[in-house]
């Protein structure tokens, strides 16, 4: 699976921007999808993930009610949908797969290469 995200851009805090995740292959809809995000100096974290239907998702403590994530199989497409951002929400986000639905990123085999979002205050 390949994977490429996009979406990134800079924004004012207390707006949205939505990312997508486009994957090639035909085994898209097997796998688990994360997203992750590292800011600079830091390590890359979790931000949200869900399973391969769709029916279940994570998301970590800092984003819940913030953000949402979703897919659309058919489209082999992964969304990651960003309101109220804050400045904190800085940092280049990636999206990801696993044949574990889970938060460790250690679990994830292929990345995309990343897009890079920035939140003015």
């Known amino acids: 699976v390949q994977l490429q995200a996009s979406g990134g851009g800079l924004v004012q805090a207390g707006g949205s921007l939505r990312l997508s995740c486009a994957a090639s292959?035909?085994?898209?809809?097997?796998?688990?999808l994360g997203w992750f995000r590292q800011a600079p100096g830091k390590e890359r974290e979790f931000v949200a993930a869900i399973t391969w239907s769709g029916r279940s998702t994570l998301y970590a403590d800092s984003v819940k009610g913030r953000f949402t994530i979703s897919r659309d199989n058919a489209k082999n497409t992964v969304v990651l949908q960003m309101n109220s951002l804050k400045s904190e929400d800085t940092a280049v986000y990636y999206c990801?797969?696993?044949?574990?639905?889970?938060?460790?990123?250690?679990?994830?085999?292929?990345w995309g290469q990343g897009t890079q979002v920035t939140v003015s205050s």
């Open positions: 292959g035909r085994t898209f809809s097997s796998y688990h």
């Open positions: 990801a797969t696993s044949a574990r639905y889970t938060k460790s990123p250690y679990e994830y085999d292929y």
